[in-house]
């Protein structure tokens, strides 16, 4: 099986984030930078089938330069290769444009039975870019999956909900998104980190691609973040002695912020 995973490179959710102050995106570059937890998840999946029906696994990443080291550790897990979209014209984009963009750069990819991502990124958490990319690309998409399993021309899946557990199939090709509790992600080992150093990463810019920069970007996003600001600091709080009243100004407190 041909299998593509998405992978995204995000801030490290224990580093300081903010947004910069030029034109309010993301400040990817103030941040540490490391593979979103989900993705690792994703590709530790696509490993699993592969071992078990035989094929090769792709990773395709839209990102900065930077994000050939989220690349480099997917490969380094046993992903065989990848395709890296980068072009300064990309910053910005929305949900809607990132979609176009990845079903552009798996395009390049070849035939391709199966797409696994995450359900949702750390940084953006907008969780439609599988359902988009699935739509884009005229596959079914079996999505919030805990378990999957194929026999190589169908794919299962069981997909959590909040009504309880549903079981959903597909003929293959489709397009499928992990939770958090699809499986535990293999550590690469030092061989796997020596091979990757190795491995085939296509870089593609917007014309490789055949991206038309009309649809990509910050000036043709969706939406915009026109102003911010930075958290307001904690204040100091409000002391209550207790001199036998002290429960009566709890709840007086609680009811001025009409928390009860």
């Known amino acids: 099986m041909n299998i593509v995973v998405l992978v995204k490179q995000v801030p490290d959710t224990w580093s300081e984030r903010k947004l910069s102050d030029s034109d309010h995106t ?5 941040a540490d930078a490391v593979l979103d937890e989900i993705n690792e998840r994703a590709v530790e999946e696509a490993l699993l089938i592969k071992e078990a029906h035989g094929g090769e696994v792709t990773v395709v990443s839209m990102g900065p330069d930077r994000a050939t080291d989220a690349i480099r550790k997917a490969l380094s897990m046993g992903a065989d290769k990848a395709v890296h979209l980068s072009d300064e014209a990309l910053h910005g984009s929305d949900t809607v444009a990132t979609a176009k963009a990845l079903a552009k750069a ?21 969780g439609a870019v599988p359902a988009m990319l699935a739509e884009l690309l005229g596959l079914p998409q079996l999505t919030y999956a805990r378990k999957v399993t194929t026999d190589g021309s169908t794919v299962s899946v069981e997909r959590e909900s909040d009504a309880g557990i549903v079981s959903v199939e597909a003929n293959l090709p489709a397009v499928v998104s992990v939770t958090e ?11 796997g980190i020596m091979a990757a150093k190795k491995k085939p990463v296509e870089v593609l810019s917007l014309a490789d691609a055949g991206i ?11 939406s915009t973040v026109v102003e911010s600001a930075p958290k ?11 001199e036998g009243e ?15």
């Open 212 to 222: 038309d920069a009309s649809e990509v970007g910050l000036a043709n996003a969706g």
């Open 246 to 260: 002290g429960g009566v100004q709890v709840v007086e407190y609680l009811a001025g912020q009409k928390l009860v």
């Open 232 to 242: 307001p600091p904690k204040s100091g709080g409000e002391r209550v002695t207790d």
């Open 26 to 30: 993301l400040d990817r570059a103030s």
């Open 181 to 191: 509790k699809i499986n535990e992600p293999r550590y690469p080992s030092f061989k």
């Open 106 to 126: 798996i395009g390049t990819v070849g035939s391709v039975d199966l797409v696994i991502a995450g359900n949702e990124s750390t940084d953006g958490r907008s």
